[in-house]
C-alpha cells in the first residue's frame, strides 16, 4: 500500500481502553441507576455506527436499561440492530426507545434519563479526582484514582519513529483535547496542533470526512491510510475517498480494539477496509512510501 501520510486514532490503536474508557461506561450506568450493560456490549453500540463518543454511548446504554425497566426490551441485539437501520448514534437510539414504548412508560424512561449526571460520573471514574480538577474545572461527585492511568500503551518507538521518517504523521480522534494530549505526551508521539483533530476540533466526528480530508489537505498527500480499530473509522476512510476526487484514502483495521481475532477480520473487510492488521506496529511494514 502506497502512502504519503498516515492519520492514527488514539484509543484501540496507540492505547488500550478496555479498562479505561470501556470499563467507565458500563460502571458509570450502574453508578447512576444500579444496573448496566456488559462490557462486551459496548462493541455492540460501537458497530451501530455513531458513537465515537464514548459519553453519547453512555448515555445510549443508558437508555437502553431504563427501557428494559418499562417492557421486555432485553434484546441488546435487536436494540442495537435497529440504532445501525436508523443510522446509528444516540438521535437513532431515542428513536428506537420512543418506538418500542408506549407513551407513558416513554415519559418515565426520558424523565430518568439523566445525561449530565452520566457524563460527570464517567468523567470522575475517567480522570480521576485530581485530573477531574485540572480538566472540568471543578469539584468530582466522589473520589476516584482514574481509570485513565490503566491504560497500556500499544505501541513503541521504533514503529512511531519509522512511520514518521517515512510519511507525514497525523491525528484523528474523538477524544477531548486534554485527554488526547495526555494519551500522546505517554505514547511519545508529538504532533503540532495543526496535524490533530479533536473532539474539540471537530463538531461533526466521525465517519464526518471533514477531519481527514483537512489532514490530507495541510499534508499536501496524495495516498491517506487512516488506521482505526472501529468501523466508524473505517467508514471516516470510505467517505473521504468518496467525497476528494483528488486522493486516495485506505481504512486500515487494527485488531487491538474490540474488534479482533478472524470474526474482526471478516467485520472490518466487510465494512470497507482496505487492509487489516494485528496491530499498529504492523502499520510500517504495511506501508511504501508513494
Known sequence: ???????????????????????????????????????????????????????????????????????????????????????????????????LLDEPAENRVFSAWDREQLRDVFQTLYLGTDLYRDIEGGEPPFDAPGYIHDEPLLVDDETLSALQDRFAVGVVTGRPAAEADIALERVGL????????????WEEGKPHPAALRTLAERFDAERVAFAGDTLDDMATAVNAD????????????????????????????????????????DLPELLDAA
Open 1 to 99: 500500500m502506497q502512502v504519503d501520510a498516515v492519520v492514527l486514532d488514539i484509543d484501540g490503536v496507540l492505547v488500550d481502553v478496555a479498562d479505561s474508557y470501556r470499563r467507565a461506561i458500563v460502571e458509570s450506568i450502574d453508578r447512576v441507576y444500579g444496573d448496566t450493560i456488559e462490557k462486551p456490549a459496548v462493541q455492540q453500540f460501537k458497530d451501530a455506527g455513531g458513537f465515537n463518543n464514548d459519553w453519547e454511548l453512555t448515555y445510549a446504554a443508558a437508555l437502553f436499561v431504563l427501557a428494559g425497566r418499562e417492557s421486555a426490551v432485553s434484546d441488546l441485539a435487536a436494540f442495537t440492530d435497529a440504532i445501525a437501520e436508523r443510522g446509528g448514534g444516540l438521535d437513532a437510539a431515542e428513536a428506537v426507545v420512543r418506538d
Open 190 to 201: 508529538d504532533l503540532p496542533a495543526e496535524h490533530r483533530f479533536t473532539m474539540d476540533d
Open 242 to 281: 468518496e467525497a476528494d476526487d483528488d486522493r486516495v484514502y485506505y481504512g486500515v483495521g487494527v485488531l487491538t480494539g474490540g474488534l479482533t481475532g478472524d470474526a474482526g477480520r471478516r467485520t472490518f473487510a466487510n465494512n470497507g477496509a482496505s487492509a487489516v492488521i494485528e496491530s499498529v506496529t
